[in-house]
Each structure stands twice: as structure tokens, then as C-alpha cells.
């Protein structure tokens, strides 16, 4: 860059901006991990992926960059903006006419200059991994995944560009014994983190009813949310809000028992059974709900199980159970969610798949785990123990001893030069290494070690075997 | 879609074009994994994390976009070409004026219609890391990275557009022991996998003083090629290529005792000390390669480590100590490779840090795996017991069990639905379901269910307890 006869000034601010313009940066939305992220992502995705196998779910991964005719038109028009779109390779221009250039019509350009995008979800990557290999499949298939995922959304606190989904789904069976096992999942994953959370049930069969009996189907969403209103603004404000949307003063009346609905689950089925017993759908839903209480019950959960008519999570989507969890102790929304849908495969061609499946929120699970300061210890120890460097004699000696602490499985290190005791030590606090051995002229003579506790201070005089047999126990 | 007055015949086969065309298909190059792949893969990528961190290297992750400013240039011109680019959101030609989209030049156009683009590898992504979280940075900064990465490459067998590496590097120290510590890192890989390699070394230096001393640096590459072909073609093949290559006949004789450098590693250092003596860099890298074999030799490599000349990958790149593995049963190119480079950062405005890294190559390995058949049958198995669901009353009794065998570790499912007999063993069967369950009326009334060994056939009427007992042992 040449810059031309400038004011000091100027040349200054120039070359300030040049040397932050080679700084380099990350994407908006995206972040980088760092170890000690890591190993806390590395807890929550280990804990979930190891309940997830003890309940007899398998993995799978799909590739990030999915097909466009796969992706688009199935997240509504907002989800096709929100789509990356990944520029043909070689000559993309190559299809496009002038004139379409010049009209910039970037809907119609997107499609021509691209043909994949990066998957925005799992679940229709997975539906179009199931109509693939639908001939491999062993149905009822439960698979799980643990993938990022890329939206194109406006970045903000707690919402990323790119973020990690973790879901488990079982297609291939209208079982409700699987709503059943995932409730139990749900609750397990969250007994081994030691999050207290309240499991939230609903079924869409019950909100169907509902707008059945009182003759506004298309008002679902306005009733649900304004009956989770009541314990803040009140049963009176409740009932205007229904009215301003609309609802008849006959229809709102009909909803007070609904909206006033209280007690333990078993009281506010027996009440909806009343209030919807002329809704085949609603007492079909009911009727659900006692089957998954009934089951849930051979083996009580740790977490609260509520029945929560407010829920209505993915309602274009659920078709049965809709599930959620929040976390007790934390403000914060909903960290799982889930539910049941009739048709997955539908929209490539394969109907009658119906599923069930639930998804986790690491990234507000890794918040609430901080918040709470629920880590283990050893969830986030990284090096066990750090072999001071003295020189090059007892550097030998050191690399003699590495092995055998690596063959029992505890992870070492020596620090790479001779460096100054100061930095080798400052090396291992900041790494939190629990332990450092100490190997100089005398340790060698008398064939041992001095093992330090970094936490306690505490120095041993030990033998190699005993050191081990130390930092094992 | 409408179709004016079709004959039968075409609108049949407008018809079968409708249906191809709505099934879904996957980009080129690109793969799914099924969940036997998967267990592989993480079997594979699990032993490869364990021993990382055995050697006391911490994981991060980056985002799979970075700025294209960040990739652009450091590829070579064939990279940059190959990097996968994201197309802007929103309107993405608001900076383009009709004139530049006219010109049609794609290079420039697809700078200004994307400002991201898809990592290629994780080094270029992790000197962007080094420099951004410098001040965080615990140096020597000793980590791991196991990620997917992009190429728009041409695919064709064992080469796709996404694959994962698996990526240790250690930076900000010049200390020889991190070579010597990633050697042992490899070989501790390679023996926990049971695949027998050999494990080539050559130092970058070495190679610069046969240069130097035949006065021809340019043509390191030529003659590195030529060495490589002694035992197919011979030696006076191999000469007459040499001079082909422009090589001066006086300098052809000088290479002699290195194109014939054979005998135990000790021997070819000793033969290369007399032949560079001249040369003050060969002679270092003859120094490096010696404090290597002594430091190995303190705790020696299971598998074979040898001194190879015809080393010669990212010539362009490291400057001191290149390795590459070859599994010895298997014909496949190297499945692990690496060296030391001495400015990874200085792109990015942050001179002065050398680095020494490995990259496993997880396809080839998981080749290499298969063909051996090497993977451990544990970790292959999935679900450990599947429970035959007979009904309603047994599913109860079942639903009642089954937390006892999670509890205790046991991968466990129970068949969501009483489906015939047959349908249910298929299932176990298809995903190698060790044990099956049968809790039928008469293991109800005794308390106890048959346990059945799907690979034995054997049948043993056990109590709860004693069936967890069996599983586990």
C-alpha cells in the first residue's frame, strides 16, 4: 500500500487500521473453544451421549453441506433466509444469463450460484438420512446425534451462528412406550449433571380438543399463551386478553376450568376429561397422557413430571406428546424439548414414518452447570502431572520414568526445556496440574521422586511406584 | 405440476422423473455414517483423544466458517481454489455495481459475494487461535483438534469433501523433546490399535545440506523423488533420472553415498556426517536427528523408527524434523504425518513461534482397521439387552427391571411394542444385541427372566442380579 504525500496523522491512523485489518477475527455468531471450554463441552456431550447409549441409542453423523433441495422450504420462509448457502465451485456463473444478473433477484441467484447449504438443524438431515437408507435401517430405529448446526440468524447474547444440537429420536414405532423411555432419559441425564429441572408434559391431541369444543381451532396459540399469564396478570386479564383476540365471551366461559386448571396430574386429567369428553381427539390425547403417568410410575422420576396445558412448543410440528424442561435453579428458557410428529419423511417421499425425539440445549446447559458450579473436579483436569525439567541429565531420567505413569493410565508430562523453576511452576498452575515431580541430583541418587501437591503444597520423597499408586488414589 | 394432453407414455415418464427427482441425495463427496461406522470412527477417534491427553495435550475447537481473509493466500493458488465460499446473507450483491457482474471475473466476484468460507485444515484456523487468544495461551501451548475440514477437491476413492483431522501440535518451544515426545505419541497410537508400523523420520535440514552441497537447492525435490525410486528401478535408473532432471554429472557422483545410504539408523547419520560435512546446516540437522535416537532410546518405540532421506512432505513448510507413518500389512499411503515449522503465526502479525505438530489420518486408519479387522468387539457393541416386550402385564414387570440394568452400566432396551415374536429377535439380532430377555407369566411368577445369549443360544432362568452379574462378566 502506497500512501501518497499524507499528514503524519493520517499516515498513523492508516497504518493503525492496516495493522487491525490484519489482526485477524472470527465470523460474527461463531466462537472459539478453549481447553477448559472444551473439557466442560466435553462433560455435558460425554454425560448425554452415554445416557443416550444405555438407552439403546446409536449415532449417526451427516455431512455439514446438505443438498439446497434437501434444505429449502422446509424451515418456512424465514428458516430459507436464515440458510447458509455455500457458492457453486469452479464457474458459477456459468448458468446465469445477463439479464437474470442484472435483475439481482437474489432469491433466484442464491439458487442459481448455489446448490448446498449447511444443515440448520438435525432433524431434517436425518429424515432424508432415513429415507436414504431406509433398506439398512433396523426399525424402530433410535438414533442419536451431536452435531453443529448453522443459522444465519442476527447474533445475540446466548445465540449463536453456529451451535451444537444434541437429539435423540425413535422412528418406526407409535409406541408411547418411547415417550415413556425418553421422559425417563430426560431425567436421568439430568440426575447425573445434579440439575434440579420440572419435566413439562403436554399433548397437542388435548389442545386440539380444546379448540374443538369451543370452535376456534386457528386460536390454539392465542389461548396457550394467555392462560400462561395467570399467575401474572390474573384470571380477569386473562379473560380479556382472550376476549380481544376474538374468542366469543361463550368460549372464554367454557375455558375457565382449563385456565384454572390446578392440582396434582391425575386432578387436571380427571377435570379435562370432563371439560373435553364431547372431543374425541381430546380424550384421545387424555387418554395418552394416563398411559405415559401409569408407566412412568413403575419407576418413579427424580425430577417433578407436570402435566402444563401452556405448552405448546412446535405446534405446526407436534402431532402427540410435547415435552419441556426447565431448570429450577436457574433463570433460564427451556434447556430440553421434544415431542411426538406424525409424518418425518413425508416431504421425501416416504409417509406412515411416524416418530418421537427429544434435543437437548448444550449451550444453556453449559451456562446453567456454570452457573450452578456443578463441573466434577475431574471433569476439568487436564495433565496430571508436570516433570520438572533441571537439565539434561535429569531430563533422561524423567523420560525413563514417563512411560511407566503413562501405562497406568495417569496423564504426564515434562516440561520441554530447562527453563527457569518460576515459569515451570507458573506452566503447571495455570494448566491446574495436581501434581509436579521433582527429579534433581538427589532423587536421582536415591532412585526416587519428590512429588509436590500443587493444591496442598505438600512434598513426598517417593519411589515411582508409590508416586503412581499416590496421584491414583 | 400440470401436463397438457400427455400420451401415456410420457406422462409415465414424467412421472418416474418426479419421483427420482424428489429423492434425496447427498452433495458429492460427502458421506453419512451409519451407527456401526460411527462406533468405528469414535473407537478410533476416542483412542487417539485418550492418548493425546495421555501426553498432556488439551482439546479446542473453532468454527467451521472463518473469515475468507483468514484462508485466502495461505493454501497456494490450488487452495485458494478449493476453499469452499458462503455466500453473504441478505442482499449480497448490494456492493456489486452491473459492470463488475458483468465482467464475470470469478475470483473477484466471489470476494464480493462471501466473506466466509469453510476451514480447509485445522493448522491455518489454529495459528488464527494462537494470535487472537495469545494472552490466554499457556505456552508451550500443547493441543489437540479433531474436526471436520472442506475441500471443493475433485472426489474420487479414499478422498472427500469432508473429513475429519485429527490434529496435535505443540508451539511456542524449540525443544527437540517435542519431537521426541510426539514419536512416542504415535507409537503408543499404533500399538493401541494393534496395526504394526514404521515410523520414518528425516530432518528438513538434512535435506537443504544436500542441496547446498551439490550447489542445487532448487532441485531437493527432484532428487528426493529420484532417491525414492533406488529399489524399483536401480541405481543407474536413478542416476540417469538425475541428470535428466538437469542434475551436473559432478554432482550425480557427489550423491552417490546418499542415494545408496543404507544399513541401522546410527549407520546412516554416521555415513551423511561425512558426506555434509561442509555444509553447517546438514550437519545440524545430523546433530537433531541424533539427540532424537538418544532420547528414544531411553524408553525405545514398540514399532520401527527409520531414517528416511526421501521424506520430503510440506517441503514448502517445515524446517526441521519431518515423520511420516506406513502400516506395514496394509498397502495405503501414510496414515500419520507431521514436523516442525518455525513461523506458523508470522501471517497473522505474530512472529517468532515455531511449532512441531502430527496429524492422524482417521479414513486411512479406519481402512487400515477394517481390512486388519482390528477393532476391538466391545467396542462395537451396542445395545447389551434387548427385553421382549410379550404384553401389556410383562411390559410392566419389564418397565420395572430395566432401571436396575441401567443403573449398573448396562446398555439396555425393551421393544416398544408386543410385535410377533420373530420381528423382535430379527431386531436384537440386526443390531448384535448380545443377551435378550424374556419375561413372560412364568418368569413372573418366579421372580425371575430367562436370559437368553444371542451368540450361544444358551437360556438360564436368573434373577435380576444374577443376570446384571452374567452381562457384566
Known amino acids: 500500500m502506497v500512501i501518497f504525500a499524507p499528514s503524519t496523522k493520517t499516515n498513523k491512523r492508516l497504518l493503525n487500521y492496516e495493522i487491525m485489518a490484519a489482526k485477524p477475527s472470527i465470523p460474527k455468531g461463531t466462537r472459539d473453544f478453549s481447553p477448559t471450554e472444551m473439557a466442560k463441552r466435553n462433560y455435558i456431550f460425554n454425560t448425554i451421549s452415554e445416557v443416550f447409549r444405555l438407552f439403546g441409542f446409536e449415532q449417526i453423523e451427516t455431512p455439514a453441506m446438505e443438498n439446497l433441495s434437501t434444505l429449502m422450504g422446509k424451515y418456512g420462509e424465514e428458516g430459507d433466509k436464515l440458510l447458509f448457502k455455500i457458492l457453486n465451485s469452479g464457474d458459477f456463473l456459468s448458468h446465469t444469463g445477463d439479464e437474470e444478473l442484472l435483475a439481482r433477484n437474489t432469491n433466484k441467484l442464491a439458487a442459481a450460484l448455489c446448490e448446498k447449504g449447511l ?89 386440539s380438543g380444546i379448540a374443538e369444543i369451543i370452535g376456534e381451532p386457528e386460536k390454539i396459540t392465542d389461548i396457550t399463551v394467555a392462560i400462561d399469564k395467570l399467575d401474572k396478570i390474573g384470571l380477569d386479564k386473562v379473560n380479556e386478553e382472550l376476549l380481544s383476540k376474538g374468542i366469543p365471551a361463550e368460549s372464554v366461559d367454557r375455558l375457565q376450568p382449563i385456565i384454572l386448571l390446578q392440582g396434582a396430574n391425575r386432578e387436571k386429567l380427571a377435570t379435562l376429561r370432563t371439560v373435553l369428553k364431547e372431543s374425541e381427539t381430546g380424550i384421545k390425547g387424555i387418554d395418552e397422557l394416563e398411559y405415559i403417568l401409569d408407566k412412568i410410575e413403575t419407576s418413579p422420576l427424580h425430577s417433578e413430571l407436570e402435566i402444563d396445558l401452556t405448552l405448546a412448543r412446535g405446534l405446526n410440528y407436534y402431532t402427540g406428546a410435547i415435552v419441556e424442561v426447565k431448570a429450577l435453579d436457574v433463570e433460564i428458557g427451556s434447556i430440553t424439548g421434544g415431542g411426538r410428529y406424525d409424518n418425518l419423511t413425508g416431504v421425501f417421499g416416504m409417509p406412515g414414518i411416524s416418530g418421537v425425539g427429544i434435543s437437548f440445549g448444550a449451550d444453556r446447559i453449559f451456562d446453567v452447570l456454570n452457573q450452578l458450579d456443578l463441573y466434577p473436579e475431574d471433569s476439568l483436569q487436564t495433565t496430571q502431572i508436570l516433570f520438572v525439567n533441571f537439565g539434561e541429565r535429569e531430563e533422561a531420567v524423567c523420560l525413563s520414568y514417563l512411560p511407566r505413569f503413562r501405562a497406568a493410565g495417569i496423564r504426564s508430562e515434562i516440561y520441554p526445556e530447562a527453563a527457569k523453576m518460576k515459569k515451570q511452576m507458573s506452566y503447571a498452575n495455570a494448566k491446574k496440574i495436581h501434581f509436579v515431580a521433582l527429579v534433581g541430583e538427589s532423587e536421582i541418587e536415591a532412585g526416587k521422586i519428590t512429588l509436590k501437591n500443587m493444591i496442598t503444597g505438600e512434598q513426598q520423597l517417593l519411589s515411582v511406584e508409590e508416586a503412581i499408586a499416590h496421584i491414583q488414589s
Not at 446466548?158 to 432419559?185: H, W
Open 119 to 207: 444443515r440448520y438443524d438435525l432433524t431434517v438431515p436425518f429424515a432424508r438420512f432415513v429415507v436414504m437408507h431406509q433398506n439398512e435401517i433396523n426399525f424402530p430405529f433410535k438414533r442419536y446425534q451431536l452435531q453443529p448446526v448453522w443459522r444465519a440468524d442476527r447474533p445475540q447474547k446466548g445465540r449463536y451462528r453456529e451451535f451444537y444440537q444434541c437429539d435423540a429420536d425413535v422412528v418406526g414405532s407409535n409406541s408411547l412406550l418411547n415417550e415413556v423411555e425418553l421422559l425417563q432419559l430426560i431425567d436421568e441425564v439430568y440426575r447425573r449433571f445434579g440439575i434440579r429441572v420440572s419435566i413439562k408434559l403436554n399433548n397437542r391431541k388435548i389442545l
